[in-house]
């Protein structure tokens, strides 16, 4: 029988979601709470790979097991056993066929930059001192939806097949004393949103223009793009799924 998985976590303490033979990752300390809990003896499946030190509002998994349990009692159970970082969300069964990763329709990530200090956010966002065209940001965010081959932010050497996402939104917002950058779209490289943030920062400082973006992309070379931001800073926010077929049963 399969089950999903909803959980949230504070990635800062976790080398991401993948088991690392080296580091702790949050994978490895759910599969632990799953055998300890039951009688699992699998692999659970996430709905993608955060990368070390970022977070998750929303994220899921799926695992198998050989019979039902009560997921809510399932529930309770791991998050007493889980650290305080890792909490479950929900657990339910799902037809056999459903799979957490290749079944997701969109994932929505958000960065967080703050323009006043706050010493209650310093962990999660990221300070800047220095002025932000935000028009001019959202102009060159805007140009990511037209363009499918993303291999100029993509991490150098990574083992991927294509390099190729569906951006279906980019934008920035102000929200308090906070500049938010959204993204969605149907996958991600790996560190890509934290260059693409660290290249519309460089837009918005004036240090390129809005033809230097598109050149960046066009080029397809991670060297002229900029720095990857730090990942304290960036957010899983949502993960999208046809229910009416992930739940059919």
Known sequence: MRYFIELSYDG???C?????????????LLESGLRFKTAFTGRVTGCGRTDAGVHAHQFFAHFDLDKEVDTSKLSDDLNRYLPN?????QIFMVNSN?????DAISR????????KKNPFMKNYVLPVHYFLNLDMMNEASVVLMKFEDFTGFSKLHSDVKTNNCMVTQAFWRVLDEQLIFTITADRFLRDMVRAIVGTL????RGKISLTQFIDII????????????PAHALFLEKVEYDWDKILTL
Do not use: M, P
């Open 98 to 102: 459903a799979h957490a990763r290749f």
């Open 201 to 204: 920062l460089d837009v918005g």
């Open 108 to 115: 929505t990530y958000c960065y967080y930059l703050a323009t």
């Open 85 to 89: 970082d890792i909490a479950i969300k």
């Open 12 to 14: 800062s303490a976790y």
């Open 218 to 229: 066009q080029n397809k070379d991670r060297r002229k793009a900029g720095i990857s931001v």
């Open 16 to 28: 991401g979601w993948q088991v690392q033979s080296s580091s702790c990752s949050v994978q490895e």
